[in-house]
């Protein structure tokens, strides 16, 4: 009986650690937060997406900046449509936008942009683990975006495996 106890402490503890919230990571306290945390980074890979769709010559990164044009036109339209502001691109948003305009096509390149695409979303699935980890709050709104948020996790979590592998490809 103590060792089922003492997996179970073991277990608990495991699962409060990982929904421990990093100081340094990105929150939201409720959906509306969420979204306006979501709409920056989805435009930005938006605009670099775009550009990597005809300037990427590795056939994976290539194949990643259509998926995510794809991807990001489709989440900054629904997020839009929920009244979503977009706020002004900050200095490193900018900075990312210049260096991926300013690259040219090539393996460096390719390097540049799927960097750029981990960071993003690493960025985007530490503020839905976040989210996440606040429980339910009260209201439609909350759940839709607890949903939200628990369905973009899941391919938040998807393109760091992919970007990380296209990345290793890569030499980077």
Do not use: C, W
């Not at 959906?31 to 989805?42: D, L, N, S, W």
């Not at 960025?123 to 980890?133: K, T, V």
Request: proline letters at 4%; zero cysteines; charged letters at 20%.
């Amino acid at each position: 009986m103590s060792a089922g106890l003492t997996l179970a402490g073991s277990l608990l503890q495991s699962f409060q650690a990982e929904a421990a919230v990093d100081p340094g990571s990105p929150v939201a306290a409720n959906e509306k937060e969420f979204r306006m945390g979501v709409i920056g980074p989805a435009e930005l890979s938006l605009a670099t997406s775009q550009i990597a769709a005809g300037k990427a010559t590795n056939k994976n990164a290539k194949e990643f900046a259509g998926f995510e044009l794809g991807e990001a036109i489709a989440v900054t339209g629904v997020l839009k449509d929920l009244g979503t502001p977009v706020p002004a691109m900050d200095a490193k948003a900018k900075a990312t936008l210049e260096k991926i305009k300013s690259t040219p096509a090539g393996p460096e390149f390719d390097k540049i942009y799927i960097k750029a695409q981990l960071e993003n979303h690493e960025f985007l699935r530490d503020l839905a683990q976040n989210y996440i980890s606040k429980g339910k709050l009260a209201g439609a709104a909350e759940n839709q975006g607890r949903h939200l948020a628990t369905l973009s996790l899941t391919v938040f979590k998807e393109h760091i495996a992919i970007t990380s592998r296209i990345l290793k490809e890569l030499g980077a």
